[in-house]
């Protein structure tokens, strides 16, 4: 099932930090807020306010022009927004010790890092700074987007699972598959996704991957960078963009900041 958590945001250099606390609850849209939102002042007209100078002849109107590629991009949000949740599932409902003991003995035939299923270490949550352009979603909890958006589809999605050791069984082929049978459940289609790195780190002592894939749906083209952290809990962020807009130097810089917190 999948876990739910609470993010806070506090003010860092200009740029969002997302914090999260040990607290969970039964369903994703069960997160209770535990923390205020930093001031970001998108300088945007309040909603009664309106533009009363109409535009010249030869003159175009703002507005009009967002709206319109708006409409145009909403297929394109619809791709983004299943794409942002990432690739991953939730843990499989077993008994606990037996998929412990199952998962590794995998680990050990195929001499894999058993420290998952030794000594996970507790964790109260997960950080990371998010890049200026970006800040909450109103419609998806854990979904963070660009002040243009959709027009700028590029999004940032986190997600906190329950604990599963079987995460650590991950290869790039298995993403691969996972990814793709996601998709094609989520469209209905088959979408072919190609992988460009596949990397086994390690994050503040514990393991967890780095993924760069892309792939196409429609006429989008997706990339996105991706980082799983298997602690006692399994952290999962997702930084995805269109070929519309190259924000790849701003993700790898969040990822940079990306802790546990213990």
């Excluded at 145009?72 to 939730?90: I, L, N, Q, W």
């Excluded at 998929?99 to 990371?128: H, I, R, W, Y």
């Excluded at 050791?165 to 691969?176: D, I, N, R, S, Y």
């Excluded at 996704?193 to 503040?204: L, M, N, T």
């Amino acid at each position: 099932m999948l876990l739910a958590w609470t993010c806070i945001f506090t003010a860092c250099g200009g740029e969002d930090t997302v914090h999260t606390t040990a607290q969970v609850s039964e369903t994703e849209t069960d997160i209770a807020e535990s923390g205020e939102t930093s001031e970001i002042n998108d300088e945007e007209p309040g909603a009664g306010e309106t533009n009363d100078e109409e535009p010249g002849a030869g003159e175009t109107n703002d507005e009009d022009t967002d709206n319109e590629e708006a409409e145009s991009s909403d297929d394109e949000e619809k791709t983004v927004k299943a794409a942002a949740r990432g690739s991953f599932m939730a843990p499989v409902e077993m008994d606990e010790d037996l998929k412990n003991q199952l998962a590794e003995e995998m680990l050990q035939e195929n001499e894999m890092d058993t420290s998952v299923v030794e000594s996970a270490p507790v964790t109260k949550g997960c950080s990371f700074t998010l890049p200026e352009a970006f800040s909450e979603s109103e419609d998806i909890e854990g979904m963070y987007v660009t002040r243009r958006y959709p027009i700028d589809a590029s999004t940032i999605y986190y997600v906190a699972l329950g604990r599963d050791v079987a995460l650590q069984l991950m290869t790039e082929e298995t993403f691969k598959a996972q990814a793709e049978e996601n998709f094609r459940k989520e469209y209905g289609e088959d979408i072919e996704v190609h992988i460009d790195s596949f990397e086994r780190i390690r994050i503040d002592g514990c393991p967890a991957f780095r993924i760069r894939c892309h792939y196409q749906v429609g006429d989008t083209q997706m990339s996105q960078l991706e980082y799983a952290i298997n602690a006692d809990k399994s952290y999962v962020i997702t930084y995805s963009q269109t070929d519309d807009y190259d924000r790849m130097e701003e993700y790898e810089a969040s990822a940079e900041t990306i802790h546990l917190d213990f």
